[in-house]
């Protein structure tokens, strides 16, 4: 997939945000969990794509079914003002 500058720089964003799961990148962009994953080894430094992994391993909110039923938003109340979401408008 080709992805433009500013996809591929929102796709790392909502990566590294804890409460925006694997899924929601999945939907607005069409790359499943493992791509994502290919694409921040691609993107980062071996030391900060490290770092990262380590954070989301195990992390509940990157995970939709794993997630607490409370929890009906995947973004912060302040994302609405990037651009390129197309999911998120509330």
Request: glycine fraction near 4%; charge should be positive.
């Amino acid at each position: 997939m080709n992805l433009s500058y500013q996809e591929t720089d929102r796709i790392v964003q909502m990566a590294w945000e804890d409460r925006t799961p694997f899924e929601a990148i999945e939907a607005q962009f069409g790359l499943p969990e493992k791509e994502v994953i290919a694409l921040m080894r691609k993107q980062m430094k071996r030391s900060s794509f490290e770092m990262w992994r380590k954070r989301m391993n195990g992390r509940l909110t990157k995970h939709k079914a794993l997630r607490n039923d409370t929890v009906e938003r995947f973004h912060c109340s302040q994302q609405r003002s990037i651009s390129m979401n197309k999911i998120a408008k509330g």
